[in-house]
């Protein structure tokens, strides 16, 4: 159980985007992956639920194999998993409310009434109760951003996952987003992957972070072991030190040059 | 030296490669979209919206061309006739050439501005923001979605604005005639019916069903081959004109050969 990412490589034209990435969530944690904005981040979200197939490598959820999977298969693979977007992705010609019932219209057993009813909720959940008549356009970045979530939670997923959930928002709209996604955990026991660069957002809600560098997981730990950790490009990253991430990538290509 | 002289054929090469690439790519998008057919649950509920928004809403500005389009057809025939040949001969032309050509050709080449590059640049947009890969992770499938409804609607759509276009062109013609050239009913009417074959309406209705087709089939490829931000819709919407103008007067050209 659970989602199983295992040497995933992916690369686009010349540009190898992931080189080997090995990566495990479990049942009910909340995982994060943080790394610099153009590292891979959202290509290894879009592998797990089978946008992109890795090169070579596996991409397990709950044991299925998600680049062999087709038709119904991956129908129903996609139904267990709720994706939030980088910028929402809320389509613009439907109201917010058609947009969060959008996922619900093809499930089996779902009539106008019991969407209506969900749809509500999911609103609710997000603190956007009310504002399911409203067009993508009439919100805000983070209204906009819960939007996205309840559109995402609506079928009732066991896992989610989060694209740069936080990127652009103030910072009180930052925690607001990072309760949710701890609500998500605690109230609905769902498994969450979030990539963000955002550390403070990351610290607040992951059980465990994993550093993507290079195309790799450079290092993997719970939020304290990550602020420990003495690796220079983590501590960099983590620092916001230039100086540091930087100068430790120079030295081991250096290394690799004398090698 | 030998280079720069190879330099020419290796361009042209390459080109010639990226052609037939692309024509794969678009076979493969067009053969899936043909296999999407059978989820008629999604694409059914966007049929009639996208009938509407495709043929209901180009019928003014097809009819707008169509009328100038009679009103100079007239002038000119009656201008090229003088003399020799009689005036109601006028009628011939006007009705042959609105109903083999300029009706079912005109009208597509103004709907691949309207409606090819409308389709173009909201599948383009939808595509940059994610909107697409949205309809994916819950469970749509894209082309049934998207593209399907869309083909469908302009293939059943196009012949009628066609019908009307044409019909609206000669009454044109014929209303110039009657007014400008000093011609009377039964003279235009005379010659509308000298070579009228009911088979030209069926020609114009199998062409303007390519048309269709062809419109928002290049207009839905290259909406979701769109990447970049604003400039690539842009790009996308150019291209989708130019390409379905070029396949349109392709078209024309084939169905002439064969079907005449």
Same mark, same amino acid.
């Given at each position: 159980?659970?989602?199983?990412?295992?040497?995933?490589?992916?690369?686009?034209?010349?540009?190898?985007?992931?080189?080997?990435?090995?990566?495990?969530?479990?049942?009910?944690?909340?995982?994060?992956?943080?790394?610099?904005?153009?590292?891979?981040?959202?290509?290894?979200?879009?592998?797990?639920?089978?946008?992109?197939?890795?090169?070579?490598?596996?991409?397990?959820?709950?044991?299925?194999?998600?680049?062999?999977?087709?038709?119904?298969?991956?129908?129903?693979?996609?139904?267990?998993?709720?994706?939030?977007?980088?910028?929402?992705?809320?389509?613009?010609?439907?109201?917010?409310?058609?947009?969060?019932?959008?996922?619900?219209?093809?499930?089996?057993?779902?009539?106008?009434?019991?969407?209506?009813?969900?749809?509500?909720?999911?609103?609710?959940?997000?603190?956007?109760?009310?504002?399911?008549?409203?067009?993508?356009?009439?919100?805000?970045?983070?209204?906009?951003?819960?939007?996205?979530?309840?559109?995402?939670?609506?079928?009732?997923?066991?896992?989610?996952?989060?694209?740069?959930?936080?990127?652009?928002?103030?910072?009180?709209?930052?925690?607001?987003?990072?309760?949710?996604?701890?609500?998500?955990?605690?109230?609905?026991?769902?498994?969450?992957?979030?990539?963000?660069?955002?550390?403070?957002?990351?610290?607040?809600?992951?059980?465990?972070?994993?550093?993507?560098?290079?195309?790799?997981?450079?290092?993997?730990?719970?939020?304290?072991?990550?602020?420990?950790?003495?690796?220079?490009?983590?501590?960099?990253?983590?620092?916001?030190?230039?100086?540091?991430?930087?100068?430790?990538?120079?030295?081991?290509?250096?290394?690799?040059?004398?090698? | 030296?030998?280079?720069?002289?190879?330099?020419?054929?290796?361009?042209?090469?390459?080109?010639?490669?990226?052609?037939?690439?692309?024509?794969?790519?678009?076979?493969?998008?067009?053969?899936?979209?043909?296999?999407?057919?059978?989820?008629?649950?999604?694409?059914?509920?966007?049929?009639?919206?996208?009938?509407?928004?495709?043929?209901?809403?180009? $019928?003014?500005? %097809?009819?707008? =061309?169509?009328?100038?389009? !009679?009103? /100079?057809?007239? +002038? *000119?025939?009656?201008?090229?006739?003088?003399?020799?040949?009689?005036?109601?001969?006028?009628?011939?032309?006007?009705?042959?050439?609105?109903?083999?050509?300029?009706?079912?050709?005109?009208?597509?080449?103004?709907?691949?501005?309207?409606?090819?590059?409308?389709?173009?640049?909201?599948?383009?947009?939808?595509?940059?923001?994610?909107?697409?890969?949205?309809?994916?992770?819950?469970?749509?499938?894209?082309?049934?979605?998207?593209?399907?409804?869309?083909?469908?609607?302009?293939?059943?759509?196009?012949?009628?604005? $066609?019908?009307? %276009?044409?019909? =609206?062109?000669?009454?044109? !013609?014929? /209303?110039?005639? +009657? *007014?400008?050239?000093?011609?009377?009913?039964?003279?235009?009417?005379?010659?509308?019916?000298?070579?009228?074959?009911?088979?030209?309406?069926?020609?114009?209705?199998?062409?303007?069903?390519?048309?269709?087709?062809?419109?928002?089939?290049?207009?839905?490829?290259?909406?979701?081959?769109?990447?970049?931000?604003?400039?690539?819709?842009?790009?996308?919407?150019?291209?989708?004109?130019?390409?379905?103008?070029?396949?349109?007067?392709?078209?024309?050209?084939?169905?002439?050969?064969?079907?005449?």
């Amino acid at each position: 159980m659970g989602i199983h990412l295992r040497e995933v490589r992916k690369s686009f034209g010349p540009r190898d985007v992931l080189r080997g990435f090995t990566l495990r969530v479990t049942d009910g944690e909340t995982a994060a992956i943080v790394g610099p904005s153009g590292s891979g981040k959202s290509v290894l979200l879009k592998h797990v639920v089978g946008l992109l197939t890795p090169d070579s490598g596996s991409v397990t959820v709950d044991g299925a194999a998600v680049p062999e999977l087709k038709g119904r298969a991956l129908v129903r693979l996609r139904r267990r998993i709720g994706y939030v977007f980088q910028f929402a992705a809320l389509f613009d010609s439907m109201t917010v409310a058609e947009n969060v019932g959008m996922g619900l219209r093809r499930m089996p057993g779902w009539d106008r009434r019991r969407i209506r009813a969900r749809t509500e909720d999911c609103l609710a959940l997000v603190e956007l109760a009310g504002m399911g008549d409203r067009y993508p356009a009439q919100l805000s970045g983070g209204q906009r951003k819960r939007a996205g979530l309840a559109r995402a939670i609506a079928p009732s997923p066991r896992y989610l996952l989060y694209d740069e959930p936080t990127t652009g928002l103030d910072p009180v709209t930052t925690a607001v987003i990072d309760r949710l996604i701890l609500r998500m955990r605690d109230e609905l026991g769902v498994t969450g992957l979030v990539v963000t660069h955002d550390m403070t957002s990351a610290f607040r809600v992951a059980d465990r972070i994993t550093m993507l560098h290079e195309g790799k997981a450079r290092f993997t730990g719970t939020p304290a072991e990550v602020r420990a950790a003495a690796d220079p490009v983590l501590r960099g990253f983590v620092e916001g030190n230039p100086d540091l991430y930087f100068g430790a990538g120079r030295a081991r290509s250096e290394d690799r040059a004398e090698r | 030296m030998i280079e720069s002289v190879l330099r020419p054929f290796s361009t042209l090469g390459v080109r010639f490669l990226a052609l037939l690439e692309e024509l794969g790519r678009a076979a493969t998008l067009f053969a899936a979209a043909f296999r999407s057919l059978r989820n008629a649950g999604v694409w059914f509920p966007n049929l009639l919206p996208e009938m509407a928004r495709i043929g209901v809403a180009s $019928v003014p500005i %097809a009819l707008f =061309i169509a009328t100038f389009t !009679g009103i /100079v057809m007239s +002038l *000119q025939a009656s201008y090229t006739l003088t003399g020799a040949i009689p005036v109601y001969f006028v009628g011939t032309l006007v009705g042959k050439t609105m109903i083999l050509e300029l009706g079912p050709v005109l009208t597509a080449l103004t709907l691949a501005g309207r409606v090819g590059a409308n389709i173009s640049a909201e599948l383009g947009t939808m595509r940059v923001t994610e909107q697409v890969d949205a309809l994916e992770t819950l469970a749509y499938d894209p082309l049934a979605y998207l593209v399907v409804p869309r083909i469908l609607a302009a293939v059943l759509m196009f012949p009628i604005v $066609v019908l009307l %276009a044409m019909t =609206i062109g000669i009454a044109s !013609g014929w /209303v110039t005639a +009657l *007014q400008l050239l000093d011609m009377s009913s039964p003279e235009f009417v005379k010659g509308l019916r000298l070579f009228f074959d009911p088979w030209d309406v069926w020609f114009a209705v199998i062409k303007s069903v390519s048309f269709g087709a062809i419109v928002t089939g290049v207009g839905c490829y290259c909406g979701l081959r769109t990447e970049g931000g604003a400039e690539g819709v842009g790009r996308s919407a150019t291209r989708t004109v130019v390409v379905a103008s070029m396949l349109i007067l392709c078209l024309d050209a084939f169905w002439a050969a064969v079907l005449l």
